[in-house]
């Protein structure tokens, strides 16, 4: 057995997890085995250990460590010794199934700018597409089109940079782009299809020119497979609109990309596609907007919600799916993290307001609950007030000093959200306060009133104690015509005696 080479230097000191690619030389042509794998503890104990654990791996074509008879015989007699490339090191567990699949796809698959790589010199039986959806793999429609839509990007980015003509520039003539939008096939990714500004100043610009082959000329049109059906055209909108304006011209130009280069990729990300080719530069005044990315989130995950959203329906917008739309956007990290957090507080919000729908439960939210706002209703008003009615009726020495919270305020930054409100001009720490927590599900209720989340609150209540000698906590619940009561005392934490 040949022993394997790998370059060390690049191997990282904390390696716990990474996606590689094995090449035997048999007949001295390079033949490839693409893999993920997890170390134990045991291989991760230091650089030494890691570097022997993946020089000892062979395969798994049959089991853990146990390689195809083909993969062997050929690691017997490649003609050079086996060499192995990490191609991603430490990715988040939940990506490492979409790397290995990723780059298996890439390689086992056809694509146009192919040069060597085919089924015949790969091991790999499949695109390792059979995984779970925990270690983020997808199926091979969607893998297939996320890699095309990575290199039409690359492919329109060097035919700009080292001036190719790959994709050949094409007249559009008026009643070809008429027939075109007729027949819905102009690409729209922006959420504001005509900007007013942007189509005036195009329009303005487009009067001054004898003609359009070296202005407003890089439009994508993608080709059908059958020569005779009509294009799409890809986002050009603002720049088509202004034309629509501009009688004098009888054409505009774009770039002709074959069928091949997209076949792949489904009109929701054509419209990624279109933000992409929209992506903000160094010098212009109409780019992709906040709105667009977000409608392009949007679109995304609609239409591959079988490995985005989870089983609560929440998406997971740390998706390689979902990044691919912020490819080449020039967004920093903090503007990326607010439009995923913009998404995924809209599916959290739709999830509420479905649970609370499908639960029969009473919402105690303060623009449901307050007269003065536009949610206002009149039966959660009520049921809230007659709910708080009883609980006073417990504890009236609270009369006057009740905080109403929400279930997440007991949990994300308590202290300061429960009684810092409560303390007077002076900073003066109430002697009575009542604490009234509103969940939005029954399942929620019984959550905080059992178990685990019993126990939370009682040590969250000791913990206050110290600021406010006189506090309790009552959980209100939303369930309409409960058969029990409508709301729990959460019961002291009994002191153990010191002397028994």
């Known amino acids: ?197 942007s189509v005036t100043k195009y329009r303005e610009e487009m009067n001054k020119l004898s003609d359009l082959k070296d202005n407003f000329n890089d439009l994508q049109v993608y080709l059908s497979e059958d020569p005779n059906e009509l294009p799409e055209l890809g986002d050009g909108n603002q720049s088509y609109f202004s034309f629509k304006g501009v009688p004098q011209h009888d054409e505009m130009w774009g770039y002709g990309i074959p069928y091949v280069w997209h076949k792949h990729i489904s009109h929701t990300k054509k419209l990624t596609m279109g933000n992409w080719f929209n992506k903000k530069p160094e010098d212009a005044g109409d780019w992709t907007a906040e709105a667009d990315i977000l409608k392009d989130l949007r679109n995304t995950i609609v239409a591959n919600e079988d490995v985005i959203l989870n089983d609560d329906r929440i998406p997971n917008m740390d998706s390689p799916l979902i990044d691919q739309c912020f490819q080449g956007q020039r967004l920093i990290e903090s503007e990326i993290k607010s439009l995923k957090g913009t998404i995924s507080s809209e599916y959290k919000k739709s999830k509420f307001e479905n649970d609370r729908k499908q639960g029969n439960v009473w919402d105690f939210r303060d623009d449901v609950i307050n007269p003065n706002r536009l949610n206002f209703h009149q039966d959660d008003f009520d049921a809230y007030n007659q709910i708080l009615k009883d609980i006073l009726k417990q504890f009236p020495e609270y009369r006057g000093h009740v905080k109403k919270v929400g279930e997440q305020k007991i949990k994300e930054d308590s202290i300061k959200s429960i009684v810092k409100v409560a303390r007077d001009t002076n900073g003066l720490w109430p002697e009575y306060l009542l604490v009234a927590v509103w969940t939005s599900t029954i399942k929620s209720y019984n959550i905080h009133i059992k178990n685990d989340g019993l126990l939370e609150i009682q040590f969250l209540t000791d913990l206050i104690q110290e600021k406010v000698t006189n506090i309790q906590f009552v959980i209100m619940n939303p369930e309409k015509n409960p058969e029990d009561d409508t709301f729990f005392v959460i019961p002291k934490i009994e002191k153990e005696d010191s002397n028994a």
């Open 1 to 197: 057995m040949k022993p394997i080479i790998i370059n060390k230097d690049s191997v990282a000191d904390d390696l716990k997890r990474y996606v590689a690619k094995i090449q035997l030389f048999p007949d001295g042509k390079p033949k490839s085995y693409y893999y993920k794998k997890t170390l134990n503890k045991k291989e991760r104990q230091n650089l030494s250990t890691i570097i022997s654990a993946i020089e000892g791996y062979q395969g798994s074509s049959r089991g853990t460590n146990v390689p195809s008879v083909d993969f062997m015989v050929d690691w017997i007699t490649s003609t050079r010794a086996p060499e192995v490339t990490l191609l991603v090191q430490n990715p988040p567990e939940r990506k490492i199934g979409f790397w290995e699949q990723y780059y298996t796809t890439m390689h086992r698959e056809d694509f146009p700018d192919d040069v060597t790589n085919s089924r015949k010199n790969c091991y790999n039986m499949n695109n390792a597409d059979r995984g779970a959806k925990k270690f983020g793999v997808v199926s091979k429609e969607q893998m297939m089109e996320y890699i095309s839509l990575e290199k039409l990007q690359k492919e329109i980015t060097r035919q700009n940079e080292e001036k190719t003509n790959l994709f050949e520039k094409m007249s559009l003539s008026r009643d070809l782009l008429k027939e075109i939008e007729d027949a819905d096939r102009l690409i729209q990714s922006r959420e504001k299809v005509k900007n007013v500004a």
